[in-house]
């Protein structure tokens, strides 16, 4: 079984500030993992996903992710926030099975961008 | 492109009551999902189905039921509403993409019992 904390329920930033979102899992097996974003009423979109390779993975909208294996970690950050990144952003991870119905998410963060 | 629909947008039901979200997609996916968004809890799969014909309870199913009934449509079901079934239901829908499966959500669903 996988967990995921997500240490920061909320985050206020202003706007062209860099931010961070922190993750960290808990797995007793190889896993992916992945952040999604959700809109004001809108359902989650996938932002990105590190599965193997570079431990550095980019996402849609100027967002990246690194995972760190030694620390179990895949903070989510921007060099450079906009009003429109303001948003709920989950992490989450699954096994190696890669099926959906294995996701584990995390409590989400909610980022807002003040100007 | 409609990708996951889901109907109602809101709904308020008294204790005891019943009520069915219906969700529908058109992408041809083979496996669809309830979800449950609860504050400071995420996301939790209440049923999932993998393909037509085929249902399994996720971490969270007591008091709901489920029917696949043909590929586009997953509807989740309500019997008697309870206060602790308030809460954001999202359904989604999953295609392969190389290693894993990516999830296509709906636009939720906001419950109240009351």
């Known amino acids: 079984a996988q967990s995921v904390t997500q240490l920061d329920s909320q985050v206020p930033v202003f706007e062209e500030a860099p931010v961070e979102l922190r993750c960290n899992y808990s797995?007793?097996?190889?896993?992916?993992l992945f952040w999604y974003v959700q809109y004001p009423n809108q359902g989650l979109q996938l932002l990105l996903k590190y599965l193997s390779g570079s431990t550095l993975v980019k996402g849609i909208n100027g967002f990246e992710a690194e995972f760190n294996k030694s620390q179990t970690s895949f903070p989510l950050r921007k060099p450079s926030v906009h009003i429109s990144d303001t948003a709920e952003y989950f992490c989450a991870v699954s096994d190696l099975t890669g099926s959906a119905r294995q996701l584990t998410f995390g409590s989400g963060t909610q980022l807002t961008v003040l100007p | 492109n409609a990708g996951v629909t889901q109907t109602p947008k809101f709904q308020v039901l008294k204790t005891g009551q019943s009520m069915t979200l219906q969700c529908a997609q058109d992408m041809n996916h083979n496996s669809m999902y309830w979800y449950r968004q609860d504050p400071g809890m995420g996301l939790r799969l209440i049923y999932y189905?993998?393909?037509?014909?085929?249902?399994d309870k996720g971490e969270v199913p007591n008091g709901y039921n489920v029917s696949r009934l043909n590929k586009r449509e997953f509807s989740l079901r309500l019997e008697s509403a309870a206060p602790s079934q308030t809460s954001v239901y999202f359904c989604?829908?999953?295609?392969?993409?190389?290693?894993?499966?990516?999830?296509?959500f709906g636009s939720g669903t906001q419950l109240s019992v009351l």
């Open positions: 989604a829908s999953s295609a392969p993409t190389g290693t894993n499966e990516k999830l296509f």
């Open positions: 797995s007793s097996v190889s896993v992916y």
């Open positions: 189905s993998a393909s037509e014909g085929t249902t």
